[in-house]
Structure formats: structure tokens, C-alpha cells
């Protein structure tokens, strides 16, 4: 059963993800899943219900393999967006926790792989709050909160890293940020959901990919 549940997850989360919560129906999800909108009632008592059955297994990955009864109700879901914000200000801080001894043992390589892992974790959630920003306004405006700190500390660390001659001095740091964080969240994020043309890569793969590159083009 828990197999049914997952196909109709990642059948809705292609759908909110690529045309929208709002416009994505049942009946949509349930011909993505290759099942009757009757089988999706079985386990779902609804599309918000499986909307934050997404949500909840972005921020909690094990529990898509818990039993559950059906149809799953919002009642399992009571507190999540406490639980999500939450997580939005924990890792922001667990993000820029080198940043406490100036990234003393801290180095560009380290620092694009942390920023890979953790878009790419939470990739789905993400997505969802930048696809779905005006259905889910209180979400959206601490998700928005989140990325500033994240672009923030990234620019700290570069600047720390050009600053001690590791990185090689770049004219618009803030830019070249935006770039890095743009690249990193393409290869961790919208590649396997939301590009015209998804590429089903390893996500250790494209990590390297980018790793090799940006390393590359800015270690100094």
C-alpha cells in the first residue's frame, strides 16, 4: 500500500510543481499515478491532505515509510508549517556556523557541497514554496527570509575566501554569488523537477559536476 502512496506523492508533486497547486485537480494527479480518482480517496482524503504529506516528507524523509491509516487527514499534519519554519531558521544556522571562527578550517570545496546538500534535501519543498508563493503566503514569506540569510552567508563566506587569497578576487561579489546559488540550485533542484526537459542524473553525479566547475573557475 505504502507504494501506492508514494506514486501518487511523486505524481502530485511533478503537477504542483510544474503547472501549480491551484490548477492541479485529482483527477490529474490520480492519471499521472495510474490510478482512479476513487483509488486516490482510498488513501488521500484530499489534495491538501497530499500536498502536506509532500511537505512533510521533505522535512521529515522517514515518514513516507511509516503505516498509516486511510484516508490520510490533515489531523497527521497538525503544526507542520511551525515545523517547517523552524527548520528554515535551523538550517540557515547550522549553514553558517563556520562562519562563527571566520571559516578558519572552512574552504570553497566544502562550502559548494554543503550548499548542494542542502538545496538539494529540501529541493521539493523549496520549489513548491517559489512555484506556489501566492497560494501560501505566510510560507513563502519566511522561505523568502531563508534564501536572503542563505545568499548572505554565502557572500560572507566567498568574501572570506577572497579575502585570505583562496578564492581569486572577483569584481561584483554579490553577482557572482547569485550566480554560484543559481548554478547549485539548477543542478540540485530544477533539473530533476521543474526544467523543460527533466534529466532523471545522480544526485551525487550532479553535485560533482558542480563541485568540479565552480572550484575550477574560482579557486585560486
Given at each position: 500500500m505504502n507504494q501506492r502512496i508514494k506514486d501518487i506523492a511523486a505524481?502530485?508533486?511533478r503537477l504542483f510543481l510544474q503547472q501549480g497547486y491551484a490548477k492541479t485537480q485529482i483527477s490529474h494527479i490520480a492519471k499521472a499515478a495510474g490510478v482512479s480518482v476513487g483509488t486516490i480517496y482510498l488513501d488521500f482524503s484530499g489534495k491538501k491532505e497530499i500536498m502536506h504529506?509532500?511537505?512533510k516528507c521533505t522535512v521529515d524523509p522517514g515518514f513516507i515509510e511509516r503505516e498509516f491509516e486511510r484516508p490520510i487527514t490533515d489531523?497527521?499534519?497538525?503544526?507542520?508549517?511551525?515545523?517547517i519554519i523552524a527548520l528554515f531558521e535551523q538550517s540557515a544556522e547550522?549553514?553558517?556556523?563556520?562562519?562563527?571562527?571566520?571559516?578558519a578550517d572552512y574552504c570553497l570545496?566544502?562550502?559548494?557541497s554543503d550548499a548542494f546538500d542542502l538545496l538539494s534535501q529540501?529541493?521539493?519543498?523549496?520549489?513548491f514554496l517559489e512555484k506556489n508563493q501566492f497560494d501560501f503566503k505566510n510560507l513563502a514569506k519566511h522561505y523568502v527570509a531563508?534564501?536572503?540569510k542563505f545568499f548572505d552567508t554565502m557572500t560572507e563566506y566567498l568574501h572570506i575566501f577572497v579575502e585570505r587569497g583562496?578564492?581569486?578576487p572577483v569584481e561584483h561579489l554579490d553577482l557572482t554569488t547569485t550566480l554560484i546559488v543559481e548554478m547549485l540550485s539548477w543542478w540540485a533542484m530544477d533539473i530533476r523537477y521543474t526544467t523543460f526537459e527533466t534529466k532523471d542524473i545522480p544526485v551525487d553525479l550532479a553535485k560533482q559536476i558542480c563541485i568540479d566547475n565552480l572550484v575550477h573557475a574560482y579557486q585560486q
Open positions: 505524481a502530485a508533486t504529506f509532500i511537505l489531523d497527521l499534519f497538525v503544526g507542520l508549517e511551525q515545523e547550522d549553514f553558517a556556523v563556520h562562519l562563527q571562527d571566520d571559516a570545496e566544502e562550502l559548494i529540501y529541493a521539493v519543498g523549496c520549489l531563508y534564501r536572503k583562496t578564492v581569486r
